[in-house]
């Protein structure tokens, strides 16, 4: 079994667990040879999904935890006393070596929390961030952070530029990253007082490709691969994503069906309209790694389905072929 | 000319200035007959364009105005140099009270400048913020702060909440509007330093009505009347709004290009389309109204249209009959 790259998957996280969660996994298993899955939660319930399928068994092994971490319950609190939890006993799996990295559609906060406590830092890192992908008129980009590091440090920001950098350039095959600041404006002497502290620092950077500021109206268009702020805003930034882009769908049905004329048109455009909305849904690139940690932590989308939870497993593989906490220790912490 | 609603507008700001601002001055005072607008800026360009119009000669007055302050020019540097812009001659008028209100299409550092250098704070108001309306699913929101006022106390929040609460329910007729502050999560205990201090400070004014935290995710529904946030946030909430809606209509325009079918649906439902999408531009609602000073100033869009423009002046009217500043006066410092 040597080579495989090993994930524990959160069996019982998300919306969907642990239907979707199974399925997803036993897709990523036969579509890569590569993958070797752990899935980790109550043995009886992935058992009786498993059964569903047929798949390489040496590939996939069920871990039992009986315990699980919901959303509303408080994410360090419940990382400390849940120790027989999915999110806590395949974690430990990865601090343990066992695996490479922990997949999970579970609570972001207990996953944040998880990451720190049990996966841990690399040595250096001051922060780990959470770096999903958005969609882009181009593509997507990297935003980073829209973790719990809130009232972040300008040093934690370049951090989150340079990991960010080497995520999307060995990870999403994007040559040279393009890195931009989020701000209020395009100038250098613009912005709140981190970023007039942050901004100096990214332009005398020469591991990344530094283009300066970014305004919120220009992110969508995807005139920067990495986009880097503190999580307060990344986060108000995600989810408005999620939240403007539901808002307009809603808005547009309901614009259709107000003649009998746009009606017949709504049929006409409805699977080209289904299809270029899907591809601008945030929610659709469910894999956010978080960086900076001994071990590769992703967590997806809550409502995710199996094929998200199969995209995030492979997401892995370059992760772990690409040697990233590698590259992040050369490149970030200026480490060999 | 008693009880006329007196009006200074910027005749020289903006990309379409002066035709659609002096065309939007022109409609404005047929609309209504309790307004009175003074042009300001270059004399012969004004005069040029009244021509093409007819209306009552005694509600528009030209006031000249060699100079012009461009979006490019650092705002400080520009108001204290620049004594005859039509930006820092407008503004004088509202100082000495020849005018109740300013209107202006141009540079927003400039007009925040000027708000707050020429025409003054309402004495206790620690910042006056910028308070766009942003469209959702149930009509409109007040979003503020939008402003110049990075890095906020929350003494400065409690304000910007107090005030567009008096703002909504008085000019935007919205009763007992709902106030709630951005954040990145719904319970009082989450969010960064400045929204964990302002929080409890909200629940305990009895002159708002206070319904927590509010998601991005959230804003775009109509969750609340009044969004209390400190400016680098409102503004990336504000520019995203923008820049989201224009990419989400170009990628739609795209998918319905892709089939001959859905190109004939396309033809189809173009109209409806258009008129919903348009109500869901955050540029439609130009009138922007500064908040707290010695005087109405209102930021209109730089794209403004002639509509735009009158609806910026139009709204004047319910700010002076309703004694916005003298509530604000009562309501947020609690002086009678």
Do not use: W
């Not at 239907?19 to 298993?29: H, T």
């Not at 942050?198 to 490709?209: G, Q």
């Not at 899907?278 to 409502?303: I, R």
């Amino acid at each position: 079994m040597q080579g495989l790259v090993k994930v524990a998957v959160d069996a019982m996280g998300g919306d969907n667990a642990p239907e979707e969660i199974v399925k997803g996994a036993v897709e990523a298993v036969c579509e890569s040879k590569q993958i070797k899955v752990f899935l980790v939660g109550k043995e009886a319930a992935i058992r009786s999904e498993l059964e569903k399928y047929s798949f390489d068994k040496e590939r996939i092994e069920v871990v039992n935890a009986d315990d699980v971490i919901t959303n509303d319950e408080a994410p360090v609190m419940a990382i400390r006393r849940k120790k027989e939890s999915s999110i806590v006993v395949a974690m430990n799996l990865v601090k343990q070596r066992e695996a490479d990295a922990f997949v999970s559609a579970g609570s972001t906060g207990a996953i944040l929390v998880g990451g720190q406590l049990i996966v841990g830092r690399i040595k250096g890192i001051e922060r780990p961030p959470l770096a999903p992908l958005i969609p882009t008129l181009k593509g997507v980009s990297l935003l980073v952070d829209c973790g719990a590091n809130v009232d972040a440090r300008s040093s934690h920001l370049v951090q989150f530029a340079k990991m960010g950098s080497v995520y999307m350039e060995h990870v999403m095959g994007v040559k040279n990253p393009k890195v931009a600041i989020v701000n209020i404006g395009a100038e250098e002497e613009k912005g709140n007082m981190l970023v007039k502290e942050t901004y100096p620092l990214l332009k005398n950077c020469n591991e990344i490709n530094f283009i300066g500021s970014i305004e919120a109206r220009d992110i969508p268009t995807g005139m920067a691969d990495v986009i880097v702020c503190e999580a307060f805003v990344g986060n108000v930034i995600l989810k408005l994503y999620e939240g403007l882009g539901a808002a307009l769908i809603s808005k547009i049905k309901g614009g259709m069906m107000s003649s009998l004329r746009s009606k017949i048109g709504a049929l006409l455009v409805k699977p080209a309209l289904k299809k270029t909305l899907k591809s601008f849904d945030a929610s659709e690139y469910g894999g956010a790694p978080m960086l900076g940690l001994n071990g590769l932590v992703v967590k997806t989308h809550g409502s995710s389905k199996s094929i998200e939870v199969k995209n995030s497993i492979l997401q892995c593989i370059a992760f772990k072929e690409q040697e990233i906490n590698e590259k992040i220790k050369e490149n970030v912490l200026n480490q060999d």
